[in-house]
């Protein structure tokens, strides 16, 4: 029988002249086999995070042998994705609508589709008059920011509003305001509007629209990771659009927009809650995958 050092041996040799594009190869094969979405791009974002290189960065050190250091580092973080982390949470931001923002455990991932509510906002004030005019706009239940900050950084003369209940929500936000020097915005703690008054020009919501019990089935990327209660939108998914129908309308000046992003079939129940408080809703604007996803409201 081979003795133990000879066994061990070529294994000790292989683990040391390991390179980071091969690095990156098991990665991709460990993902692939695991059924992730993406494999070579959250192989190649993780490997890069842990060996503190960007693109470009990555690309060149393709041959370099990594070190012991280096190998655990990235170790770690291909279980933390194997156990459905998002590679966002791991790496601690998310790109939107071109802004890298900051996300922790206080905050939703932002996503793309939530775009759209950020297209249809801009859309309902394109066809007013001109970006540069002064605007008031809030960003009820603001989570990172992600659609205040999208919305400042076209709008040169809006100020906004962003409101939470989280406490630690709002500080990411308002750190993301600062790092992204966006500081026409201010952060309040409340429910909703409820600490606001009127008069907005825009008002956009992201609400918690999963009915209580599809949350069980969310993918694992999502349902054991973003805060139940940025998702939790009670029995039917529609409690938050009830209490944006109750209590949104006064904030909004004669001519102001409400826009709120939608779950999927949920555009119509929607659009009848709004119409019964006084708004007149749009059809609805699709997400790239065609599904209803921002729905525009003005006062009738």
């Known amino acids: 029988m081979t003795p133990t050092g000879d066994v061990t041996a070529p294994a000790q040799h292989e683990a040391k002249a390991l390179t980071v594009a091969a690095a990156r190869r098991v990665l991709v094969e460990k993902f692939r086999t695991a059924g992730i979405d993406r494999p070579e791009l959250d192989a190649r974002v993780l490997v890069a995070h842990a060996l503190s290189l960007d693109h470009a960065g990555l690309a060149a050190a393709g041959t370099r042998i ?21 590679v966002a949470r791991i790496v601690g931001n998310r ?13 939703l991932v932002p996503r793309p589709e939530t775009e759209t509510v950020v297209e249809a906002a801009l859309a309902e004030i394109d066809s007013a008059g001109a970006r540069a005019r002064p605007l008031r706009i809030a960003d009820l239940g603001t989570g990172s920011g992600a659609i205040l900050l999208a919305l400042l950084a076209e709008l040169p003369n809006a100020f906004g509003i962003g409101t939470d209940t989280s406490f630690g929500a709002l500080r990411v936000a308002g750190d993301n305001a600062q790092r992204l020097q966006l500081v026409r915005a201010a952060f309040v703690a409340c429910d909703l509007g409820a600490a606001l008054r009127p008069s907005f020009d825009l008002i956009v919501v992201n609400p918690p629209y999963i009915a209580s019990e599809d949350i069980a089935a969310l993918a694992p990327d999502v349902r054991d990771y973003d805060p139940r209660a940025a998702l939790d939108g009670g029995v039917d998914g529609l409690d938050y659009y009830r209490a944006i129908a109750a209590t949104i309308p006064p904030l909004l000046k ?6 709120v992003e939608l779950g999927a079939g949920q555009a119509d129940a929607v659009g009848t809650l709004f119409s019964n408080a006084g708004l007149a809703p749009s059809r609805p604007h699709t997400d790239l995958q065609g599904v209803p996803r921002a729905l525009v409201a003005r006062k009738k």
């Open 95 to 107: 790109e939107f609508w071109s802004l890298t923002l900051h996300i922790d455990p206080t905050t």
């Open 254 to 259: 004669p001519a102001g927009v409400l826009v």
């Open 66 to 86: 990594l070190d012991a250091k280096e190998r655990d580092a990235i170790a770690m973080l291909a279980e933390r994705r194997l156990a459905h982390e998002p």
